[in-house]
């Protein structure tokens, strides 16, 4: 309870019977579809061992103050899996696509920094490939690289979708 009652929140419920525990696990379902809803938004998708879930919370918050936009996160908290909905609202088309790009590093240099990765449930892919720099080196991108060629010698297999384009 005490590390909730941190962040600025309007209200912390608990589920005392199988009604509430229902609308408990309805609301958070709803989560991204609200968020759609709302306005354009980015999704990255991002996990630190749990110990470290308010660090990256509060980290996050932090850097969209820093770059001017707004977040909603939500996720799978027993597995540290946080996913992080950066919400355009009102922010310039300027703003969207140039700040965000660089809170969006931050937030990944973050991540790896409480010992966490890019990607949960979701892995890589268009999103987040440009990121992999933050969690690997280009000795072990090229390695990683070199495997998948082995196995995939015509490129055919979800090309373009895990690597760098600078790689």
């Given at each position: 309870?005490?590390?909730?009652?941190q962040f600025q929140i309007d209200e912390i419920l608990f589920a005392d019977t199988e009604d509430q525990k229902n609308a408990l696990w309805k609301m958070r379902r709803s989560v991204g579809e609200a968020v759609k809803s709302n306005s354009i938004y980015k999704e990255e998708d991002t996990v630190v061992p749990r110990y470290e879930l308010a660090a990256l919370l509060n980290g996050i918050k932090t850097i969209g103050n820093k770059y001017g936009f707004q977040s909603v996160c939500y996720g799978h908290a027993g597995d540290g899996n946080l996913h992080v909905n950066i919400v355009?609202?009102?922010?310039?088309?300027?703003?969207?696509?140039?700040?965000?790009?660089?809170?969006?590093?931050?937030?990944?240099e973050l991540t790896v920094s409480l010992k966490?990765?890019?990607?949960?449930?979701?892995?890589?892919?268009?999103?987040?490939k440009n990121y992999m720099d933050i969690a690997f080196n280009k000795t072990q991108l090229q390695l990683m690289k070199g495997i998948k060629s082995t196995f995939d010698?015509?490129?055919?297999?979800?090309?373009g979708k895990i690597f760098p384009d600078t790689l």
């Open positions: 309870m005490g590390v909730v009652e355009k609202g009102d922010m310039s088309d300027e703003a969207w696509n140039t700040e965000v790009t660089k809170g969006i590093r931050e937030i990944f966490g990765t890019l990607s949960g449930e979701h892995g890589i892919g268009y999103v987040q010698p015509n490129g055919i297999l979800n090309p």
